[in-house]
């Protein structure tokens, strides 16, 4: 019987839309990473496919799902993977994955969290716009 774990690895077929390395000033006060830092790198990461679609301004209307699934630690390098997942008249689904990199161990990788975040494309008045479907 193997009973070897499968190691994570990253993405191949994709490229991170960010990659970052959190610092002392993002953990909380046990000395792991925040789960706010990385909501926020989320967020972001989200808003570039999403800003690409809308081809323009958008505001994020909804975090649908959130899951940590794994701690971040300070030191380690966080890539995000973000896709467009569905897109209706106005707004803009979002699927983001995290992967962290162990400090100083790059062989070791896990995924750290996923999200489904949606955002709206909206005009100079903040109201919502239409946008192209998903080809
Ligand atoms: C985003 C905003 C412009 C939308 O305006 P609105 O009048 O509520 O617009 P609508 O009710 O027409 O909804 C717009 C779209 O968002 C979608 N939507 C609204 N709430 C949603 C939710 N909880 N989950 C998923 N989609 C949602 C609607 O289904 C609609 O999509 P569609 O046009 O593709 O069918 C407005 O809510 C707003 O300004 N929110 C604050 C945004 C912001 O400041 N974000 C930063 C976070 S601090």
């Avoid at 301004?57 to 909804?62: C, E, F, G, L, Y």
């Avoid at 949606?118 to 109201?127: F, G, I, L, P, Q």
Wanted: glycine share 6%; net charge neutral; charged share 20%.
């Amino acid at each position: 019987m193997n009973t070897q774990i499968e190691p994570v690895l990253l993405p191949v077929d994709r490229e991170p839309v960010i990659r970052v390395i959190p610092m002392p000033k993002d953990s909380n006060a046990a000395g792991d990473v925040f789960g706010g830092w990385i909501m926020s790198q989320v967020d972001l990461a989200g808003s570039v496919p999403a800003t690409a679609h809308a081809k323009g301004r958008i505001a994020t209307v909804a975090v649908n799902s959130f899951v940590f699934k794994e701690p971040v630690f300070v030191g380690d390098l966080c890539s995000f993977y973000a896709e467009i997942t569905k897109v209706g008249r106005t707004s803009i689904q979002i699927y983001v994955e995290v992967y962290a990199q162990r400090r100083l161990q790059p062989d070791q990788v896990a995924k750290v969290t996923e999200a489904y975040v949606t955002y709206v494309a909206v005009d100079n008045d903040r109201k919502p716009r239409p946008v192209d479907p998903l080809k």
